[in-house]
């Protein structure tokens, strides 16, 4: 290369141009000063930026100034590295041509490309490493001189500076979000904590976790979803989401959330290739989906449903960080999820336990007390009744002890309904069996009774006393039902082992299943029932009898361990 020799205006104008190149932060805004000042330090028409592959062996991206829209459109797709334009990218050096059209690599431009004749390329090297190349073409006033190749030289240094500074600024930016991101998961995660030793109330909890969850990483919708069964059902919801979905429940088998829930995999896929819409889920138009498995101790509780990154590119979806902080946030809200259920648990077994207790003391005092006084004055009354001459008065004193007996016999059904000192002195089986005989005998029901408990206990031991108790109460409310509402003549109870449980079936030969009772929010008796065998980890089920009548199954486990403590 001639000697080159900038003059004042050109240096001074270099130093104010880098100056603001350093400045930049902004990477396309960056890229954009860089080939306005090439063009303006050298006198081209054009002016092109070429960025590298990451291979540094073709054009990744191809910038250009001068050429407007129209002819861009007419040229189609822009170079990719060949020909000419692959010299610099092999050769990472200088190059000025009088004619581009004399050098052996210019294969010649598409149709519609607009003619370049002189020509001028440098490399912009960062670091060591060849980043892109600026290009150059149709310098005003012929062809490009000593001069522009080392201004144009010295701007490529300064283009070298400006991107890694703004490499760098990004950088620091990203870490600074993902730092802030990581902060706002830990005020997150620290207030779903706090929730479990200050808040108890399950729905109070979820309704955080959708609302903090959703913030946490920016989502248009959260839909917290929980097992119940074999179906997973909306438990709370958060954002832009459609109130009509509170009583959904969507089968396990059939949902991409049941699918999360399975595998215990969370899965970010567009919206679009749900099995169940986003619709479903009170969600409209949402373009993807971010499903998270809430898991305690192995155990799958729920999912956390996230719908569309606010913020975020066209296709609205979510990342590898936002799925990293909702896991994380999933693993608190599971801890949450399984305290709130262990301490709404524990206040059952309390409010059961207590009952029990009171029954157990009423029992005893009107046995002890009201049943003694009772029973004693029977026993005057009717040695007056001996005793008297007065027909008149033997009719009275015989219709009073008439009464008396009658009251005698309903307070003793009464004090068996409390608490059936049978059930403690015996056990299960005779029990039932007494309850089945005073059912009958007060009622005119014929009650079959089948008790086997020979695989369940060891001989002359007893079974627990909570299963005892739960067993001996699913027992007697499911006979009451069949009083008041079956309109039955024959009924049938059943309590035999079965694969380490024990089976309870109660059946009757009724009217059948009366669904508006049976709602669990309106039968309390069936209620009831529900909530002592989930105490007991079993399960209970009511169904139509295969002619005709109810019958009732339950499941209880003959041995269960105690209900975890979740950590806070």
């Known amino acids: 290369m001639e000697d080159a020799t900038l003059d004042e205006p050109r240096l001074r104008r270099l130093i104010a141009v880098g100056r603001s190149l350093v400045q ?11 080939l306005s000042a090439a063009q303006e330090l050298t006198g081209a028409r054009y002016a092109a930026l070429g960025i590298l592959d990451g291979d540094r062996e073709h054009l990744a991206r191809f910038l250009t100034r001068g050429v407007d829209e129209p002819t861009h459109r007419a040229i189609g797709d822009l170079p990719h590295g060949r020909g000419l ?23 010649g431009f598409p149709a519609g490309h607009p003619e370049m004749t002189t020509f001028l390329g440098t490399p912009i090297v960062v670091r060591g490493e060849a980043w892109g190349n600026l290009y150059l073409t149709e310098k005003e006033g012929g062809a ?47 207030a779903i904590a706090r929730a479990i030793g200050t808040e108890t109330e399950l729905d109070r909890v979820l309704e955080l976790v959708a609302k903090r969850g959703r913030a946490l990483i920016e989502a248009r919708a959260m839909v917290v979803l929980l097992a119940d069964g074999d179906h997973l059902t909306t438990a709370a919801v958060a954002g832009e989401i459609d109130r009509g979905i509170d009583e959904l429940r969507l089968a396990i088998d059939d949902a991409t959330a049941g699918q999360v829930l399975t595998s215990g995999h969370p899965l970010r896929i567009p919206a679009g290739e749900l099995r169940i819409p986003a619709q479903r889920f009170g969600v409209r138009e949402a373009a993807s989906a971010l499903l998270v498995p809430l898991t305690f101790r192995g155990d799958g509780l729920g999912v956390l449903a996230a719908f569309d990154r606010l913020g975020g590119d066209d296709e609205a979806a979510f990342t590898a960080s936002d799925e990293a902080t909702l896991v994380a946030v999933a693993a608190s809200a599971a801890t949450a999820v399984a305290t709130a259920r262990t301490v ?27 049943l003694q006084g009772l029973a004693g004055l029977q026993v005057r009354l009717s040695s007056a009744l001996r005793q008297a001459d007065d027909g008149g008065l033997g009719d009275a004193v015989r219709e009073v002890v008439d009464q008396i007996s009658l009251e005698i016999q309903k307070l003793r059904t009464l004090i068996t309904e409390l608490r059936p000192a049978t ?40 079974l627990d006393a909570d299963v005892e108790t739960a067993v001996y109460r699913i027992v007697q409310e499911a006979l009451t039902n069949v009083v008041k509402h079956a309109h039955a003549e024959r009924a049938a109870i059943e309590v035999l082992t079965d694969d380490g449980a024990l089976r309870v079936t109660v059946r009757d030969d009724g009217v059948g299943i009366d669904h508006e009772r049976l709602d ?24 139509a009898g295969p002619q005709s009548g109810t019958v009732l199954d ?14 806070a």
């Not at 334009?85 to 294969?107: A, D, K």
């Not at 014929?446 to 031991?461: C, H, M, N």
């Not at 339950?554 to 950590?567: D, H, I, M, S, V």
């Open 144 to 190: 490009f001189t000593a001069d522009d190749e080392e201004a144009l030289g010295i701007l490529a240094d300064w283009a070298a500076v400006a991107v890694e500074n703004a490499r760098l600024y990004e950088g620091v930016r990203r870490r600074h979000d993902e730092l802030q991101r990581a902060n706002r998961s830990l005020a997150t995660a620290t």
């Open 520 to 543: 669990g929010r309106r039968g309390f008796g069936v209620t009831g029932m529900r909530e002592r065998v989930q105490l007991a980890g079993g399960t209970l089920s009511l169904r």
């Open 85 to 107: 334009l692959g010299v610099l990218i092999r050769e990472p050096e200088p190059l000025r041509l009088p004619n581009l059209h004399h050098h052996p690599q210019s294969y």
């Open 24 to 34: 930049q932060l902004d990477p396309e805004t960056l890229l954009d000063e860089v």
């Open 554 to 567: 339950a499941r209880l486990p003959l041995a269960r361990g105690p209900l975890p403590l979740a950590e």
């Open 344 to 370: 709404g648990e524990q206040r059952l077994r309390d409010a059961l336990d207590s009952s029990e207790r009171e029954r157990r003391r009423w029992a005893r005092e009107l046995h002890d007390e009201t």
């Open 423 to 462: 059930l403690d002195e015996l056990g299960l089986a005779p029990a039932i069996e007494s309850l089945a005989r005073d059912v009958g005998a007060s009622t005119g029901l014929s009650i079959d009774v089948a008790v086997d408990l020979e695989d369940a206990v060891a001989p002359g031991a007893r």
